[in-house]
C-alpha cells in the first residue's frame, strides 16, 4: 500500500502522467535477420554482443581495454600528441571542426590508445582504435602514436597487438596521412627482425589505408565475427573491375575461407585467445599447460641474440641429421 501511495503521489504531481524512463537503456539488434530489442546491460554483460545471435557491436577504445587487458594493468602512452591543420584544409568545414567534434563524440584527443599491459599476467604493448573519432582515420598523429609504440614494444622486448578499425587514411591531411602506412610498416620490419610478435585484431570496419599497412602486417591475424574488412567499398570495385561480386566477400568469415586472414574469434574468446598466442610465442606453453611465468613489467629489454648465435642454432638440426646418416652407413 505504501508503495502504491508513492506511485500515485508521484503521477499526482505530474498530472496523472508517468515518466518511465528508458532513453539509452535499450538498443536494437544489428543483424537485420535478428532486429532484437536488447537491454544496454545485457549487452555489456554479453561482451558488447547480442545474447540471441551474437551480433558484435562496435566497442569504443576505452571500453575495448577494460574488457581485454588485466584490470588495472593499462598504462596509456604517448596521450600527449594531438592533431594540427598542418595543410589548413578547408571544405563544408574546417578540419579544426572535424577533430573538435570527434573529441566531443570519442572523449578521446586522437582516434587510437596506445598503451601498456598484460594479457593473464602476460606483458605486451596493446594499441586500440575508435570508430567514433573521425572514422578512426589515420592521420599523422595516429601513425605517429602506432609507430611509437611498436619501437616501445621492440626496445622493451614485448610483444604488439593492434585491434584495427577504420576507414582509412585521413583525406584532411593529403600526402601526409598516406605517409603514416610507410611509418608504421618500418617499425614493425625492425620489431619483426628483432624476432617479436605482432598480432591484430580486425574488427568492423577495417578498410583502406590500414589494411594496406599494419592491419595484415601481423605473425597471427584475427577477425572478429561479421566484420567488414577490405581495401575499399564493394560498389566502387564492381565499378571499377566490372564484376559481381560474391555475397558478403569482405567479411572476415569470407576471408578466412580463402587465407586472408588466420581465424575469426568471438570477442568473449579473445582474450584467453590472445593469451595463449603470447603464451606459445615466449615458449610458455607445452603438452601440459604454462611452463614458464610471465616476465615482470619492470623486467629489462630483451638483448638481440647475435648473428653467430643464430646461424649456429639454425644449422645444428641439420649437422645432426648427417652424424646420424654416418652412423647408419657406418652400420
Request: hydrophobic fraction near 35%; include cysteine; aromatic fraction near 8%.
Amino acid at each position: 500500500m505504501a508503495l502504491t501511495g508513492r506511485r500515485a503521489a508521484r503521477e499526482e504531481s505530474n498530472g496523472g502522467r508517468r515518466n518511465v524512463q528508458t532513453e539509452a537503456q535499450f538498443r536494437k539488434c544489428g543483424n537485420a535477420e535478428c532486429g532484437q530489442t536488447l537491454f544496454v546491460g545485457d549487452i555489456e554483460r554479453h561482451f558488447y554482443c547480442c545474447k540471441h545471435c551474437d551480433f558484435h557491436f562496435r566497442v569504443n577504445a576505452r571500453k575495448r581495454v577494460e574488457i581485454t587487458l588485466d584490470e588495472g594493468s593499462w598504462v596509456e602512452l604517448f596521450d600527449n600528441l594531438e592533431t594540427v591543420d598542418a595543410l589548413g584544409f578547408k571544405a563544408h568545414k574546417s578540419y579544426l571542426q572535424s577533430l573538435d567534434e570527434g573529441r566531443a563524440k570519442s572523449g578521446e584527443k586522437e582516434a587510437v590508445l596506445c598503451g601498456e599491459g598484460r594479457i593473464e599476467g602476460q606483458p605486451l604493448v596493446f594499441c586500440v582504435m575508435d570508430f567514433q573519432f573521425i572514422g578512426a582515420s589515420m592521420g599523422s598523429v595516429v601513425g605517429e602514436k602506432i609507430a611509437r609504440a611498436i619501437e616501445h614494444g621492440t626496445a622493451k622486448g614485448w610483444p604488439v597487438a593492434i585491434v584495427c578499425c577504420s576507414g582509412g587514411a585521413r583525406m584532411q591531411e593529403g600526402a601526409l596521412s598516406l605517409m603514416q602506412m610507410a611509418k608504421t610498416s618500418a617499425a614493425l620490419q625492425r620489431h619483426n627482425e628483432a624476432g617479436l610478435g605482432y598480432y591484430t585484431i580486425l574488427s568492423d570496419p577495417t578498410l583502406a589505408g590500414v589494411s594496406a599497412s599494419f592491419a595484415f602486417l601481423a605473425d597471427v591475424i584475427v577477425g572478429e565475427p561479421g566484420a567488414m574488412i577490405g581495401f575499399t567499398g564493394a560498389r566502387v570495385i564492381e565499378q571499377t573491375i566490372k564484376v559481381r561480386l560474391p555475397e558478403g566477400f569482405q567479411t572476415s568469415e569470407f576471408l578466412l575461407k580463402y587465407g586472408q586472414i588466420d581465424m575469426v574469434v568471438p570477442r568473449k574468446d579473445l582474450r584467453p585467445t590472445l593469451s595463449r598466442l603470447l603464451g606459445y610465442a615466449r615458449g610458455a606453453y607445452g603438452r601440459s599447460g604454462p611452463r614458464r611465468p610471465a616476465p615482470a613489467l619492470d623486467a629489462p629489454p630483451l638483448e638481440p641474440e647475435p648473428a653467430v648465435k643464430k646461424e649456429e642454432r639454425r644449422r645444428a638440426p641439420r649437422a645432426a641429421a648427417r652424424k646420424t646418416a654416418r652412423k647408419k652407413r657406418t652400420a
